[in-house]
């Protein structure tokens, strides 16, 4: 009787991107890179991973992860900026939401120069095993009539070694979260009527 054999999962597909790169002519590879993160996105399967090459990049709304496993990292942590020209889904300028595996690292975070219903840098609901680590979310001034955080995540997985810093507005958080570890993370340089820097079930 021959044993069953062991099913490896396949290896993820990394698809780059970069300031420079292309749309329509790129093909996600590290000499013909996309250009931007959504057309990364759209070509996405589960268990890819997007590789962000240096720079800025301005989305024209919030990049949105929506039941999708996979990760995004920045190839050189804290070289890429992700600055959106709008930030109105789920009033955040990175939404993930629905995913079972997801995660991102090395990012900045930076609010639109447009920042009209943005009251979140990331924001994450009904995940699981999601890890936002290594980020910086900073440079947001939220309107003095909503609640503002840098970070909010509820599901499970963890914060770590995030930094969230020069945040204003009303009721302000620097990282909120329900269910999920924060490790290692700071928030600093907090203004408002009510300010928080880390609030969470496992701190």
């Not at 749309?23 to 590879?29: E, L, S």
């Not at 057309?39 to 999708?68: C, H, K």
């Not at 600055?83 to 900045?108: H, Q, W, Y």
Request: proline residues 5%; glycine residues 10%.
């Amino acid at each position: 009787m021959s044993a069953t054999p062991t099913l490896w999962p396949q290896p993820s597909i990394i698809i780059w991107v970069s300031p420079n790169g292309s749309d329509t002519i790129g093909n996600g590879t590290t000499l013909h890179p996309y250009k931007t993160i959504e057309y990364a996105l759209y070509n996405f399967t589960e268990g890819n991973q997007i590789r962000l090459m240096d720079g800025i990049y301005t989305p024209a709304n919030s990049i949105v992860i929506d039941g999708i496993s996979g990760s995004i990292f920045a190839e050189n942590p804290n070289e890429v900026t992700i600055k959106p020209l709008l930030a109105t889904i789920d009033n955040a300028c990175i939404s993930i939401k629905n995913v079972e595996r997801f995660s991102i690292s090395g990012v900045n975070i930076v609010q639109p120069d447009d920042s009209t219903d943005n009251y979140a840098g990331v924001y994450a609901n009904n995940v699981n095993n999601l890890v936002v680590y290594s980020c910086n979310v900073y440079n947001f001034d939220f309107p003095l009539t909503q609640i503002g955080y840098g970070i909010f995540a509820s599901g499970t997985g963890r914060i770590e070694r995030c930094y969230v810093y020069n945040v204003t507005g009303g009721e302000i958080y620097g990282i909120k979260t329900t269910g999920l570890d924060i490790v290692d993370c700071e928030a600093a340089v907090l203004s408002g009527v009510s300010v928080t820097g880390i609030a969470g079930d496992n701190k």
